[in-house]
């Protein structure tokens, strides 16, 4: 019998863990009677939910009359790792019922599984059974809580758990969740503190650590931090690690500082596909859609799988050229792999026809989705939007408020376009209370740019200057250069001068906006100003990029293209 203990547990620690040699593993401890012991129970339980075979695993646990803690662990997760929460639960009210107390394991297993769920609730449930049994400071169960709390969004929960730690049960994992979480929430500054306090004690930063600090950069103004973390990585040798530059890639695109992005990628030895999506959504951002198409070009020449994150940036990129002939071959490569189905792709393909004139294409693509979110409607609203039919674009709005879908900012974007294209004042008027009355959504930059297009385009120019005057401040240039296209668009002058100068402060370098107000000095005979402009344009040397085509590009031409990129 001893003999039968030694190659078993041999057989348990060097067999591959698919779900026929588990089988036969369970197979031999039955025929050796050793299945109602516990511990050769749990590890069987244990290998059958890495191989998918759950109905085994319960099965095996029913049939063991003498159950441990560990044994009733397993089950609970392998039903959490399943996708059971629900079951998972159902078990530990079983154990609880039992004369098993659950330990740190079982309460830090489901903490894990009611983050996996987003069930917030059930969480502080779980965490509130593991303090009434004594383990709510455990290091395993805090560290599962602090993981926990910071990926849901509620980093003031997972800090008072955190604090309520000693110093030496705060290991890396925990710091770095806590890091994460800020960074999630885009308050890089306390991510930073954080930092700050977690170096002075003397913990040394991973990978992770780095990255958690990255992922709250998302903005120009913040590149200089950016570059200090960068300095950080290079300094750590942490450059070179693939999830550490990617994320790097990420926070220069996210920044819109495509030379940093392009140098940190050329770099990687073996990029992956977070850096490849990175690069396509980054030019995307700046509005350069061709080079996000050489991207995903050059990314299939190398063969490279591709997800759904992936074909929907480069449909963006595909929207923002209005040329359907490179969204058509991508549709094409998804019904080939079996994409057509995600939420994700289709609202991008429904984006992407309608804003590229084939509004038709996105209708039928809409009409026969079988689940549709928010972002799937506020991309059909708007291309409705675009071609001028607001009353259906209104009557899709109603239906998502019928349904119970809840409108975001985007939507009243989306609205806000059918009321300009279609010279609806009064209605945009009322969609832009509704917003913020009804709904309690913070009108943005895009919302007040609409509303001047929607004021000015009626010859309503002073309601528009006052309606811009009245907006927090500082005003967006945005907003100012769309009154100074209304003014362009309605030969007004003297207020273009005016917008003009303000303008001109905020965004010395631009010359845009020196044409603009030459070609209205123009239509109003204001020969000798529009002379004076054009100088100072000269001057200052500002000119136009000249455009570059990437039609018909080999792999080589892509690579040196892009080298320059």
Same mark, same amino acid.
């Given at each position: 019998m001893l003999i039968n203990f030694r190659s078993i547990l041999a057989e348990l620690s060097v067999s591959p863990q698919t779900l026929l040699s588990t089988k036969r593993l369970h197979a031999v401890i039955t025929r050796t009677h050793l299945s109602s012991d516990p511990f050769y129970a749990t590890r069987v339980v244990q290998r059958y939910a890495m191989s998918n075979g759950l109905a085994y695993a319960r099965r095996l646990f029913d049939e063991t009359p003498r159950r441990s803690v560990f044994l009733w662990n397993s089950i609970i997760r392998a039903y959490a790792r399943a996708g059971d929460f629900d079951e998972a639960f159902s078990m530990f009210g079983q154990m609880v019922r039992s004369e098993i107390r659950p330990d740190n394991f079982t309460y830090a297993c489901l903490t894990r599984a009611c983050c996996?769920?987003?069930?917030?609730?059930?969480?502080?449930?779980?965490?509130?059974?593991?303090?009434?049994?004594?383990?709510?400071?455990?290091?395993?169960?805090?560290?599962?809580?602090?993981?926990?709390?910071?990926?849901?969004?509620?980093?003031?929960?997972?800090?008072?758990?955190?604090?309520?730690?000693?110093?030496?049960?705060?290991?890396?994992?925990?710091?770095?969740?806590?890091?994460?979480?800020?960074?999630?929430?885009?308050?890089?500054?306390?991510?930073?503190?954080?930092?700050?306090?977690?170096? &002075?004690?003397?913990?040394?930063?991973?990978?992770?650590?780095?990255?958690?600090?990255?992922?709250?950069?998302?903005?120009? &103004?913040?590149?200089?931090?950016?570059?200090?973390?960068?300095?950080?990585?290079?300094?750590?040798?942490?450059?070179?690690?693939?999830?550490?530059?990617?994320?790097?890639?990420?926070?220069?695109?996210?920044?819109?500082?495509?030379?940093?992005?392009?140098?940190?990628?050329?770099?990687?030895?073996?990029?992956?596909?977070?850096?490849?999506?990175?690069?396509?959504?980054?030019?995307?951002?700046?509005?350069?859609?061709?080079?996000?198409?050489?991207?995903?070009?050059?990314?299939?020449?190398?063969?490279?799988?591709?997800?759904?994150?992936?074909?929907? &940036?480069?449909?963006?990129?595909?929207?923002?050229?209005?040329?359907?002939?490179?969204?058509?071959?991508? !549709?094409?490569?998804?019904?080939?792999?079996?994409?057509?189905?995600?939420?994700?792709?289709s609202s991008a393909f429904v984006d992407m026809y309608s804003k590229c004139g084939f509004l038709d294409e996105g209708m039928h693509i809409f009409e026969h989705m079988s689940d549709r979110n928010i972002i799937t409607y506020n991309s059909i609203i708007l291309g409705l939007g675009l071609h001028g039919l607001a009353s259906q674009a209104f009557q899709l709005f109603e239906e998502i408020l019928r349904i119970g879908v809840y409108p975001d900012q985007c939507t009243f974007?989306?609205?806000?376009?059918?009321?300009? !294209?279609?010279?609806?004042?009064?209605?945009?008027?009322?969609?832009?209370?509704?917003?913020?009355?009804?709904?309690?959504?913070?009108?943005?930059t895009k919302h007040y740019v609409y509303m001047v297009k929607l004021l000015g385009a009626a010859g309503e120019l002073e309601e528009a200057f006052n309606f811009v005057q009245s907006l927090p401040q500082p005003v967006d240039p945005g907003v100012w250069g769309a009154l100074l296209s209304c003014c362009e668009m309605c030969g007004n002058s003297t207020m273009a001068g005016i917008i003009a100068q303000q303008l001109f402060q905020m965004e010395p370098e631009k010359g845009a906006y020196r044409v603009m107000l030459s070609k209205t000095y123009a239509s109003d005979g204001r020969w000798s100003d529009v002379k004076k402009l054009r100088d100072e344009i000269i001057d200052g040397r500002q000119k136009r990029i000249p455009g570059l085509s990437w039609i018909g590009c080999s792999g080589n031409q892509i690579d040196n293209k892009l080298s320059t990129c």
């Open positions: 996996d769920r987003a069930d917030l609730g059930r969480l502080k449930i779980v965490q509130g059974g593991a303090v009434v049994s004594g383990l709510g400071w455990d290091s395993i169960c805090s560290s599962a809580l602090v993981t926990a709390y910071s990926r849901l969004g509620h980093v003031d929960e997972a800090s008072r758990v955190f604090y309520a730690m000693p110093e030496s049960d705060q290991d890396l994992v925990m710091w770095n969740s806590m890091i994460s979480g800020y960074g999630h929430l885009c308050e890089w500054d306390k991510g930073l503190k954080l930092f700050s306090e977690m170096r &002075s004690l003397g913990r040394l930063p991973d990978g992770y650590t780095l990255v958690g600090l990255i992922s709250g950069l998302a903005d120009m &103004s913040l590149i200089g931090v950016g570059q200090s973390i960068h300095g950080l990585c290079l300094k750590s040798c942490l450059d070179s690690d693939a999830y550490v530059g990617a994320a790097l890639v990420s926070m220069y695109a996210r920044c819109t500082c495509m030379d940093s992005a392009c140098k940190v990628f050329g770099g990687l030895s073996q990029p992956d596909l977070v850096a490849w999506s990175a690069l396509v959504m980054g030019y995307c951002l700046c509005g350069d859609g061709e080079k996000a198409l050489l991207v995903f070009r050059k990314l299939t020449i190398e063969c490279r799988m591709v997800d759904r994150v992936l074909i929907s &940036s480069v449909l963006v990129a595909i929207a923002q050229l209005a040329n359907v002939r490179p969204g058509k071959e991508i !549709h094409g490569f998804v019904l080939r792999h079996g994409l057509e189905s995600d939420i994700m792709v974007s989306a609205l806000l376009c059918a009321c300009c !294209h279609a010279g609806l004042i009064e209605d945009g008027k009322q969609i832009f209370r509704r917003m913020e009355d009804e709904f309690c959504l913070q009108p943005g």
